[in-house]
């Protein structure tokens, strides 16, 4: 069965204060890990695709790297409206070409 | 940009009352998807569809029923609610129209209670 666990569940950085937010996975088969942006009440946001380790992806002060076990969000010098929840979510070969398995999320908030 | 609707988009009913949920999309995309998300599951597919009629189970599909009788109309059914099943619901499309590039476009959400 296709997993995945973010890290950490809640994030707070001052304006500026770059860090970097986790998602473990393991899935059989990897077709896609995926990070999108959820902002409150809203749906989530389609955000990077990644394929095979080593690639990354940048968009504005955001950028995704994946290893075989792991992917990575760096945000670099955030805003204020950065803050959001970043799901993570891997698609892999056992369910048919279908099914995406999301995380949790990280909960980020950045402070003026 | 893709035109998802969702209606109802907030929604309280008693246990055991049928409930549809209607998606609908202007830009013929091929693929449309369910999912429910609810605190400290993440969101879960219940459904999906890859054309009119054709449709198949997600991993939480148990008391929900779906029908696509036109490309553009995807609609979610509860045949009788439950407290479990209040949730926040979301439809999605598959932005890459006649292929799944697994890049999902989400709805703004349906808020279902069942009381």
């Known amino acids: 069965e296709d997993q995945v666990t973010q890290s950490p569940e809640a994030l707070r950085l001052q304006e500026g204060e770059s860090s970097s937010l986790n998602c473990s996975y393991t899935?059989?088969?990897?077709?896609?890990l995926f990070w999108y942006r959820q902002d409150p009440g809203k749906g989530p946001e389609f955000l990077f695709t990644l394929y095979s380790a080593g690639e990354e992806k940048e968009k504005e002060r955001l950028k995704a790297t994946l290893t075989k076990k792991e992917s990575f969000l760096h945000i670099t010098a955030p805003k204020p409206e950065d803050s959001a929840t970043y799901l993570c979510a891997v698609r892999g070969s056992n369910f048919g070409n279908e099914k995406l398995t999301f995380g949790t999320g990280t909960r980020l908030t950045i402070i003026p | 940009d893709a035109g998802i609707t969702q209606s109802p988009r907030h929604k309280v009913t008693e246990t055991g009352t049928p409930v549809t949920l209607r998606c609908h999309q202007t830009?013929?995309?091929?693929?449309m998807y369910w999912y429910r998300q609810d605190p400290g599951h993440g969101l879960r597919l219940i459904h999906y569809?890859?054309?009119?009629?054709?449709?198949d189970k997600g991993e939480v599909s148990d008391g929900y029923s779906v029908s696509r009788s036109k490309t553009e109309d995807f609609l979610l059914t509860l045949e009788s609610a439950t407290s479990s099943q209040t949730s926040v619901y979301f439809c999605?499309?598959?932005?890459?129209?006649?292929?799944?590039?697994?890049?999902?476009?989400f709805g703004e959400g349906s808020r279902l209670t069942v009381l």
């Open positions: 999605a499309i598959n932005e890459g129209r006649g292929s799944n590039t697994g890049e999902l476009f």
């Open positions: 899935v059989s088969g990897l077709r896609g």
């Open positions: 569809s890859y054309g009119v009629k054709d449709t």
């Open positions: 830009e013929n995309h091929r693929y």
